[in-house]
């Protein structure tokens, strides 16, 4: 399974940003999608995710501001991320933990004026 990213940028504060996840087969039916994120020199932190039975968890950082959805295709999914502050700024990564399976590359956020 190879987990690429897409949808990263220059933004600036207060803007959007819709981040996709494309996995191949079908690995978020069995595992959460999962999208992390990570700044240099610090861990990957939890962003959001969406367990098999469809419920969502939000970091708080994320909650009110950032969106977590499927997509029409079995093996995509997205992160809607709003009202971005500079400290948004990092790294993210879409993942389906217990799967096993290597991280991707990860798309870049930058938020700044």
């Known amino acids: 399974v190879q987990f690429v990213e897409s949808g990263g940028g220059l933004v600036q504060p207060g803007g959007s940003l819709r981040l996709s996840c494309a996995a191949s087969?079908?690995?978020?039916?069995?595992?959460?999608m999962t999208w992390y994120r990570q700044t240099p020199g610090n861990e990957r932190e939890l962003v959001a995710v969406?367990?098999?039975?469809?419920?969502?968890r939000y970091a708080d950082f994320a909650k009110g501001r950032f969106t977590i959805f499927r997509g029409n295709s079995k093996n995509t999914g997205y992160l809607e991320l709003n009202s971005l502050k500079p400290e948004d700024t990092a790294v993210y990564y879409c993942?389906?933990?217990?799967?096993?399976?290597?991280w991707g590359q990860g798309t870049q956020v930058t938020v700044s004026s």
């Open positions: 969406i367990f098999s039975n469809e419920s969502i």
């Open positions: 993942f389906a933990p217990g799967a096993g399976e290597p």
């Open positions: 087969g079908d690995i978020f039916r069995k595992y959460p």
